[in-house]
């Protein structure tokens, strides 16, 4: 599996962000999605993960009601939408695939990495 993360930018605080990741290599339809961050000198942390089957999602509760994870398997692509943002969502944002049979919040879960993506918030 490959996978392609694109979207990041500067952006002022309160602006909003469009992350997407695209798939390939394999049935982008079988595989749970999660999106996670990683801030200079922190470690990587849970965002969002969105299910393989029934496309249930779930939220760290520090971007639950500001950032929406979607998929669209006919694209082979997943998104993160990210509305009202902080200088504290400043980070490199990844994208990441589990095949594991439920969808979790850490990264050992998840088997696949994209490269990255800068976001940067200015207050």
């Known amino acids: 599996v490959q996978l392609q993360a694109s979207g990041g930018g500067l952006v002022q605080a309160g602006g909003s962000l469009r992350l997407s990741c695209a798939a390939s290599?394999?049935?982008?339809?079988?595989?749970?999605m999660g999106w996670f961050r990683q801030a200079p000198g922190k470690e990587r942390e849970f965002v969002a993960t969105?299910?393989?089957?029934?496309?249930?999602?779930y939220y760290a509760d520090s971007v639950k009601g500001r950032f929406t994870i979607s998929r669209d398997n006919a694209k082979n692509t997943v998104y993160l939408e990210m509305n009202n943002l902080k200088p504290e969502d400043t980070a490199v944002y990844y994208c990441?695939?589990?095949?594991?049979?439920?969808?979790?919040?850490?990264?050992?879960?998840?088997?696949?990495w994209g490269q990255g993506t800068q976001v940067t918030v200015s207050s």
């Open positions: 990441a695939t589990s095949l594991r049979a439920v969808a979790g919040t850490t990264p050992g879960l998840y088997d696949y």
């Open positions: 290599g394999r049935t982008f339809s079988g595989y749970h």
């Open positions: 969105i299910s393989r089957s029934d496309s249930m999602t």
